[in-house]
């Protein structure tokens, strides 16, 4: 197994029983004025799982990587995350991510390595890769750890968790 698979697989563990020891009340406290909670936080990384669910699958059966974007902010606010139980989205959020873990590790290698000239990295990758530049599918599944990485240090730093 590729080191930044196994890497996903003991963030995940090791995110879960760190996610679980925060309260309902905590989890609820946005940071900063006008910031998201920590429960709107995690509920951004389901969406996140759920729209990458859609693009790993499709980019298996296709010859590009080229995907549209979503609304972020109007997917937390539809999905309700504020009110939603802290519990619920923590188990959500594991059962969601060791999922695409196995679909990752079952994914096609020669499909993962394929260059793809055609792809909308620029505009949906958290670390954008230009239009002119080819990508690949293994590109964007190590971009999309590297996303949940950055929101759970966004969650974890603030010293209470």
Known sequence: MKPWLDDFRQTIEAAHPRLSSISESDSARSRAEGAWSTK?????LIDSAANNHVRF???QLKDDLIFSGYDQNGWVKVNGYQEASWRHLVDLWRAY???LHHLIAQAD?????TLCARHTLQEIAFKAV????PATLEYLMQDYVAHLKHHLAQIFSSGEH
Do not use: W
């Not at 709107?40 to 951004?44: A, E, K, P, S």
């Not at 230009?130 to 530049?133: A, K, L, Q």
């Open 40 to 44: 709107q936080i995690l509920g951004h």
């Open 97 to 99: 991510n060791l999922h």
């Open 130 to 133: 230009p239009p002119t530049e």
């Open 57 to 59: 699958v499709l980019a």
């Open 109 to 113: 290698e020669t499909k993962m390595e």
